[in-house]
């Protein structure tokens, strides 16, 4: 792995996510980048909502970066991956630690590339469950990636670029 894929590593002291008491628990990882990360939510008296349960925002938090950057890692160089829409639906209140794991199979990555084949680009949509110590559902969130093939987003943003300068 690169440097980038070794930084994960130091998420754990991100100024962010040791406010909001997140933290990453466990990585399954090969020579391509991260196939899984386990990540976890303290609760804790500065981290907590008003009625003391898990605050909404940082149960949202622990799900924004990871299925990216592991996207970005796996599909390699050739393609791009922009976080593009994300919601969360709240099921019940986080009154423990919780936790979330991501999960990107071999088989998706296959099944990734093989799209972009024929349409260079896509909206791949993923849920993520968070889940309290008791193994009960808080939160469901559901995350919307963009994924393009390096040649097709490159054009793009030359055409765009092409166009808003033929309008000056």
Not at 54 to 67: E, I, K
């Amino acid at each position: 792995m690169n440097w980038k894929a070794k930084l994960i590593k130091f998420w754990n002291f991100w100024p962010p996510f040791v406010g909001a008491g997140i933290s990453i628990l466990k990585t399954e990882a090969d020579d391509r980048g991260y196939k899984a990360l386990d990540v976890r939510l303290k609760l804790r008296f500065w981290n907590s909502n008003y009625v003391g349960t898990q605050f909404g925002g940082s149960l949202f938090a622990m799900t924004d970066p990871f299925l990216m950057v592991m996207l970005v890692q796996r599909l390699g160089p050739g393609y791009v991956v922009w976080d593009k829409v994300s919601t969360i639906r709240f099921r019940r209140p986080g009154r423990s630690d919780c936790f979330a794991r991501f999960e990107v199979a071999e088989s998706e990555i296959d099944g990734i590339k093989v799209r972009l084949q024929t349409e260079s680009q896509f909206d791949w949509v993923r849920v993520v469950e968070i889940r309290d110590s008791q193994n009960e559902v808080v939160a469901t969130v559901e995350k919307t990636l963009y994924v393009a093939t390096r040649a097709h987003y490159e054009a793009s943003r030359q055409r765009k670029s092409k166009s808003i300068a033929d309008r000056v």
